[in-house]
């Protein structure tokens, strides 16, 4: 046998045992999951807490913090997505174009809150917010703001990788000479060329956002977590059930996206 | 002059959202409750329970990061001897997408579900004759705790690892075997160096990570703060003891620092990386 088809098959070996066995300790606490919200009573199983967790006028009136909190989620998600491409895309295309000399500092900056956990952004944030609560008032939807911040250093690697694949220099330089103003060559050159790395930005914030706790529950604001927790001490089985739906919501979020990311065209979500 | 009108949204934004907050730790932890200068939170941090929830949360932080950076490592290699563009590939991607972001509450209920008091593990043990049920050790720093970090550990390993490993071209281990190396020449000659940097990135960046994780030992842990994030947690929603407003700040300072040592370990690495791996 050829050396490179033995050299396949065993590949292929390792690689189905790896990803079993680490498969299997990640599809464990999923299981548990399932097999602790299916609980009957007496023993047995009962679907009883998911027919509650879908059931919009129950939970819209017994649970109306778990409403609120979906919703704030969605919001903070929507908002945290557009202020991100709106600030890293212009600014990180612009850079490379016409400031290579602030290249370094950008990334410095984007990279920064890897090293500011989000723990201590909440203390620095605290008199922010009093000011962002003056001006904007108390809604949860500000927290885009700092999720934004959370954000920018996996948005920025993405986006980076993606602009660092084409020759931002050479489209732009062509597009210019063909006529075209900034906002042409942004909205019509660049973005159609990096997409895969914008909806790969879009969907890391998507997915970081539905996650959040800390930042919301410190702020006293209701978002998608805070929300499971607070039912965590009310309801054990529905709070586990609301947590596993969650995770599975943007499970299916992120392998939406990844098909889209290869798709012939993809549009750029509108601006709302 | 006119260029530079084009960054000023980005440097405004990050100043008001970045900027001031470091800034405010980073004073304020010098500052008393009446803002005159003092060294008083700093030297409020040697109280013992501060110093054993940094020791926690150090130990606690290395052992998930090594543990998360060889099987995630593992998982990564596996991956990538998959089909680019494959289902496997996007699956396993996707859900590591998913997992490495998604921590928190969801994460200690799922493992409440699966080990705590009435969970399924531990009621299938309890019928093979082992009780756990009355055993805290899930809530344990070192017990519990790296269990249940090690779960977001791996799948973040994956993501950040996953580049540096599809960096590898097929021409250096076809270039390997044509000069007579075997696989183990590749991995000890070509492949591990190659990757070494940014192996030991992606471990320093999962320290990073689990050294910041609030939100799953906020979830899983009812009684007292063993680590430093829920400590510092606990001083912004309870009542604070006179003098003692701007302990919080100074122990997030003392987290910053440590961090920033481990993220400028992290950046020479990368610098070393960029110019291996880079095009």
Avoid at chain 1, 138 to 159: C, G
Avoid at chain 2, 70 to 99: D, H, I, K, N, P
Avoid at chain 2, 241 to 259: D, P, R, S, T
Wanted: hydrophobic fraction near 55%; glycine fraction near 8%; aromatic fraction near 10%.
């Amino acid at each position: 046998m050829k050396p490179r088809a033995a050299r396949r098959r065993r590949q292929s070996i390792f690689r189905v045992t790896v990803v079993a066995l680490i498969g299997l300790f990640f599809a464990l606490p999923i299981v548990s999951m399932i097999e602790f919200t299916t609980r009957a009573p007496g023993g047995g199983r009962t679907l009883d807490v998911w027919a509650t967790l879908f059931d919009v006028g129950v939970i819209d009136a017994d649970y109306p913090e778990l409403k609120t909190g979906i919703l704030a989620s969605a919001g903070l998600t929507l908002l945290t997505v557009v202020i991100m491409l709106f600030l890293l895309v212009p600014t990180m295309t612009w850079v490379r174009l016409r400031l290579p000399a602030l290249r370094r500092t950008v990334e410095f900056i984007c990279l920064l809150p890897l090293t500011i956990p989000a723990i201590v952004l909440v203390v620095g944030l605290a008199p922010v917010y009093a000011w962002v609560a003056y001006f904007l008032g108390e809604s949860s939807i500000w927290l885009a703001f700092a999720y934004v911040v959370l954000v920018l250093p996996y948005a920025y690697r993405a986006l980076d990788a993606g602009l660092s694949a084409i020759d931002v220099k050479t489209l732009a330089e062509a597009a210019r000479s063909l006529g075209a103003g900034w906002p042409t060559v942004m909205w019509r050159i660049i973005l159609p060329n990096v997409r895969t790395a914008v909806l790969s930005a879009s969907f890391l914030s998507v997915a970081l956002v539905l996650g959040e706790f800390t930042i919301a529950s410190l702020f006293s604001r209701d978002n998608l977590q805070v929300a499971i927790n607070q039912l965590g001490h009310r309801d054990g089985s529905l709070a586990i059930a609301a947590a596993l739906a969650a995770l599975i919501l943007a499970f299916i979020v992120m392998v939406a996206m990844s098909f889209v990311g290869t798709g012939r065209r993809s549009h750029r979500p509108e601006e709302n | 002059m006119g260029a530079l009108l084009g960054v000023v949204p980005f440097f405004a934004y990050t100043t008001i959202f970045l900027g001031i907050p470091t800034l405010i730790v980073v004073f304020g932890a010098f500052l008393d409750g009446s803002g005159r200068p003092t060294l008083g939170n700093l030297s409020a941090l040697a109280q013992p329970q501060i110093v054993s929830a940094f020791v926690h949360s150090t130990v606690l932080s290395a052992v998930t990061a090594v543990l998360g950076a060889v099987f995630g490592a593992l998982l990564t290699y596996a991956v990538s001897t998959a089909r680019e563009g494959g289902l496997l590939r996007r699956l396993v991607t996707s859900l590591c997408g998913v997992l490495a972001q998604f921590g928190g509450v969801t994460l200690a209920f799922a493992f409440l579900a699966t080990v705590g008091a009435q969970g399924f593990i531990t009621l299938w043990l309890q019928k093979h004759g082992i009780d756990l049920a009355g055993s805290t050790w899930l809530y344990e720093p070192y017990k519990g705790l790296v269990l249940v970090y090690t779960y977001f550990q791996i799948p973040l390993m994956l993501i950040v690892f996953l580049p540096a490993v599809e960096g590898l071209r097929p021409q250096w281990r076809e270039a390997t075997e044509s000069l007579g190396g075997s696989t183990w020449d590749y991995w000890r000659h070509v492949a591990g160096p190659i990757l070494a940097p940014s192996f030991a990135g992606a471990m320093l960046l999962l320290f990073t990570n689990a050294f910041s994780a609030y939100a799953t030992a906020f979830a899983l842990i009812s009684q007292g703060s063993p680590i430093i994030p829920l400590q510092i947690g606990g001083t912004l929603s309870s009542e604070v003891i006179l003098g003692q407003e701007n302990v919080g700040k100074a122990m997030a300072l003392g987290m910053v620092a440590i961090v920033a040592v481990v993220m400028t370990l992290y950046a020479v690495l990368q610098r070393r990386t960029t110019k291996w791996l880079g095009p």
